[in-house]
């Protein structure tokens, strides 16, 4: 239930999501791999 309740919720508004951990990942930054996927500029910077 709380599965298809989930997978719902992303396809109803994917625009929650999405920016909600690009954020995060740009503010965590180091060690995150999704943030050098998303941003790579970031990495390149960051190493």
Same mark, same amino acid.
């Not at 990942?25 to 060690?31: K, V």
């Given at each position: 239930?709380?599965?298809?309740?989930?997978?719902? *919720?992303?396809?109803?508004?994917?625009? /929650? +999501? &999405?920016? !909600?951990?690009?954020?995060? *990942?740009?503010?965590?930054?180091?060690? /995150? +791999? &999704?943030? !050098?996927?998303?941003?790579?500029?970031?990495?390149?910077?960051?190493?």
């Amino acid at each position: 239930g709380a599965e298809i309740e989930r997978k719902r *919720a992303m396809v109803q508004m994917p625009d /929650e +999501p &999405a920016p !909600a951990p690009a954020p995060a *990942a740009q503010q965590d930054g180091e060690g /995150e +791999p &999704a943030d !050098a996927m998303l941003n790579p500029e970031i990495e390149t910077a960051h190493t």
